[in-house]
């Protein structure tokens, strides 16, 4: 049994009713507005780095070095703790007059600071094995250019996960807003930064040192306006004092950490041979999938991560109300939420991948053979992008469960298949090879996670009925996107604004086709009794 279904008190179960009572389509709302802010901030700074940088060696050196410091100081220690604190965080406020959450905040404070200080020495001390090792298909000039930004991209790696440890704190108190509002403040100052170095085209060779230091104020950036709205807004300062009261919610958070670590370990293997791969083909293929890689994870740092932001708190509740039935409808739900939103998207971004990458980054250092390499990346790419969504969700459910083996095998199981997948497809197809790789692994995943959780949800079966409207929209969408794609030729050779004009209106089209095909048959279907919180 997990620490989270354990025996709780009628009045207990009351407060929770309560918690659970608060409506979380408004927050689900309102934390997508703040995501769809992101993703115009985010997407103007990719947009300038793709301007700047191009698909050059200097860019295909400068994305590795920052790809080390995000994957293990983003990527694994931050995203790890995000999911491992907050089932943990949300009993200690729940039973705030018996534990102590500043000590415990604290305490993950601390440690979280010590090892990530450890890893940043391990990283510094073989800087030159590690550039040499994963970038063996760059010259040696840019094997040395690698070293000195990831000297200076450093130490940020501790600062990610103690970023991301507040958005847990704030989370969990229902501040969504401004927990969300953190990645806006760090891709703006990024665009800043970026904006400058274009304006002023100062040589790559030299903007690159700048591009370090700018990424560097931005994490400390964001560092300083989430923990301002934990201290000045939740009240929280953590307690270093009484630290020793803590050590069995600590114990926990490390227990939920090491497993999930393992999970993105496999995923972030993926991750890097795939970047290996790249660095052995045509020069610029791996800033192409670095650029394809944002594309897809538009929908999921948008729509999924606004999904599962108001869902683990409130899944986290219903685990500890011990229903079943409850507990298996919001899991059941919230997969549902994701699909709606990621299956369209999915839809458009492939049939439409190469006017949005022609409108989006075709300017500057970024010319015609990199838009080529990247919407051949991105073909397969995008197909990764609903079993992501699904298995966001599913890895978050098998960690409130106590089921920690869960995500482990289909971790191992599907970085198996992926990496199989990703050499093979390789040679024989080049670079959509990566896509197509990813897209049967992220499949397997999802797959070998929903089969391993049947036991702790009711039947799926019932809930399928709510799909019908769902499928037939996207077939309704395939068939628009297809439709409006011809219009690109018109203005393939018109100017910037009227590009973006296009992408507008496809974008009204394609939207307002899969919204009215998918009310037009919910309207049409009688309501089914057991899956009514889905119609």
Not at 174 to 187: E, I, L
Not at 409 to 424: D, E, G, P, T
Not at 483 to 493: A, C, Q, T, Y
Request: proline share 3%.
């Amino acid at each position: 049994m997990s620490s989270v279904e354990k025996k709780i008190s009628l009045a207990e179960k009351m407060k929770i009713q309560d918690l659970l009572d608060k409506p979380s389509s408004k927050y689900i709302i309102m934390v997508i507005a703040v995501n769809c802010l992101l993703a115009v901030v985010s997407f103007a700074k990719d947009v300038y780095m793709a301007a700047y940088l191009g698909t050059s060696a200097i860019a295909d050196t400068f994305l590795l070095s920052f790809f080390i410091v995000d994957t293990l100081g983003n990527n694994l220690m931050a995203v790890a703790l995000g999911v491992a604190v907050i089932p943990v965080l949300s009993e200690v406020f729940l039973y705030k007059n018996k534990r102590e959450p500043q000590a415990v905040i604290a305490g993950a404070v601390l440690y979280t600071a010590i090892v990530g200080v450890v890893i940043t020495a391990l990283l510094f001390f073989n800087r030159t094995t590690i550039i040499a090792s994963l970038g063996s298909g760059l010259s040696l000039e840019m094997q040395e250019l690698g070293i000195k930004l990831l000297i200076i991209l450093i130490p940020v790696l501790t600062i990610f996960p103690l970023n991301t440890l507040g958005m847990a704190v704030l989370q969990v108190n229902n501040r969504f807003v401004s927990s969300t509002a953190g990645p806006v403040v760090f891709n703006a100052l990024l665009f800043l930064g970026l904006v400058f170095l274009y304006q002023k085209s100062l040589i790559l060779d030299k903007g690159v040192y700048w591009l370090s230091i700018f990424l560097g104020f931005a994490v400390i950036g964001q560092f300083t306006f989430i923990w301002y709205f934990v201290v000045k807004k939740v009240g929280i300062i953590p307690n270093f004092k009484r630290l020793k009261e803590s050590q069995a919610d600590l114990v926990a958070i490390w227990k939920n950490f090491l497993p999930y670590v393992l999970v993105l370990g496999s995923t972030q293997i993926i991750y890097t041979v795939e970047r290996y791969l790249a660095t052995g083909l045509d020069t610029g293929t791996l800033s192409a999938l670095n650029y394809a890689f944002r594309l897809v994870q538009f929908p999921i740092w948008v729509f999924v991560a606004a999904v599962a932001t108001v869902a683990f708190p409130e899944i986290t509740r219903k685990a500890l109300s011990g229903e079943k039935k409850s507990f298996s409808d919001s899991v059941y739900k919230y997969l549902f939420v994701g699909a709606l939103f990621t299956a369209p998207l999915t839809i458009i971004l492939y049939v439409l991948r190469y006017p949005i990458i022609k409108t989006l980054f075709e300017r500057g250092e970024f010319n015609s053979h990199s838009v080529e390499i990247t919407a051949t990346i991105l073909s397969g790419y995008v197909f990764c992008i609903v079993w992501q969504g699904f298995s966001a969700l599913l890895i978050r459910v098998s960690m409130l469960k106590g089921s920690k083996t869960i995500p482990l095998k289909a971790a191992f199981l599907s970085m198996s298949i992926n990496l199989f997948l990703v050499w093979y497809l390789v040679e024989s197809l080049g670079p959509v090879g990566i896509g197509y790789a990813a897209a049967g692994g992220t499949f397997v995943n999802a797959l070998v996670l929903y089969l391993l959780l049947r036991k702790h949800l009711t039947d799926i079966r019932p809930y399928l009925y709510s799909l019908i409207p769902l499928f037939g929209a996207n077939i309704g969408l395939l068939f628009t996107s297809y439709g409006v794609k011809d219009l690109w030729f018109s203005v393939e050779n018109g100017s910037e604004i009227l590009k973006f004009a296009y992408l507008a209106l496809i974008s009204i089209i394609c939207i307002g086709a899969y919204l009215l095909s998918y009310l037009a048959i919910k309207r049409l279907m009688p309501i089914n009794t057991n899956t009514k919180y889905l119609q």
